[in-house]
């Protein structure tokens, strides 16, 4: 999301219907928001038949239906909605106006896989098939929340492309990363949940690990990789190894002052004995 006219005209304009939505603005390719009690930003804007055929219109760029029937969005938001889509055969005044189901959303960034033709609709008679000419999408309602939205994509479902993805052992919340060569860059984790991030995992540079640890916004763990840290040193340690037998330093605040008062290293392999006199 980079411009204003990636959600179409009616979110500059008093026409209903009304955007609904405060506070917008574009910054470093994020839509953001604060909605109102009925927000609506049209994905596809709709066509008008008495103007001229136009710009980035359903008139010009119908979705074919039957091809395109996922959609997938990456956002966040700071409740618990329910988001509709809603959608038009020709125009938004052809009396062919249908909403979907409900999605549940959750609060902080996700990625939002939904099967159109799968979810279904509540109130109209036009099923997500054939040409498409308008499409809304509603991500919440009543209350006001905090939106921020990433990247929007209409998407074919092709069977030979999808995976699935298992594991055992462990219950719970899991992130997935997808990876295309082999080797990670960069991990960015919330792994509480609440829209923040509170770990850092790397391999580019010194720094293999930044972590929140008990999610309170300050960082109280920091891994280093020895062989790139500059500034290491044996000091205060009893024993006296080259920097070569070291793989990481370990830095922790373990009294949640602010201060690393701790350090701790892992060696690359087992130690030879030392005598001290």
């Known amino acids: 999301m980079n411009e204003r006219t990636d959600f179409g005209w009616f979110l500059h304009g008093s026409d209903l219907p009304s955007p609904d939505v405060n506070n917008v603005s574009f910054a470093s390719g994020i839509f953001s928001a604060t909605t109102g009690t009925s927000p609506n930003l049209f994905l596809l804007e709709t066509g008008n038949p008495e103007a001229a055929s136009l710009g980035k219109t359903g008139f010009n760029h119908p979705i074919d239906a039957d091809f395109y029937k996922l959609v997938a969005i990456r956002m966040s938001i700071d409740g618990s909605p329910q988001a509709v889509f809603g959608w038009n055969r020709n125009n938004l005044w052809d009396g062919t106006q249908s909403s979907s189901n409900v999605i549940n959303l959750t609060p902080g960034w996700r990625t939002y896989l939904v099967d159109l033709s799968a979810l279904g609709i509540r109130s109209g008679s036009e099923h997500w098939n054939g040409l498409i000419r308008s499409l809304q999408f509603a991500p919440s309602y009543l ?97 006296v190894f080259p920097k070569s037998k070291f793989l990481h330093r370990i830095r922790e605040d373990q009294n949640r002052d602010g201060k690393l008062e701790t350090e701790k290293l892992t060696a690359l392999g087992t130690l030879p004995a030392q005598t001290h006199e």
């Open 143 to 239: 209350n006001p929340y905090s939106l921020a939205i990433d990247w929007i994509r209409l998407v074919d479902v092709n069977p030979s492309l999808c995976r699935q993805v298992t594991w055992s052992g462990f219950a719970g919340a899991v992130d997935l990363y997808l990876d295309t060569d082999g080797t990670t860059k960069a991990e960015h984790s919330d792994l509480n949940k609440d829209g923040k991030v509170d770990s850092y995992a790397g391999e580019s540079g010194p720094v293999v690990r930044y972590a929140d640890t008990n999610f309170d916004g300050k960082i109280d763990l920091v891994i280093e990789r020895v062989d790139l840290v500059k500034d290491f040193s044996m000091k205060g340690y009893d024993e």
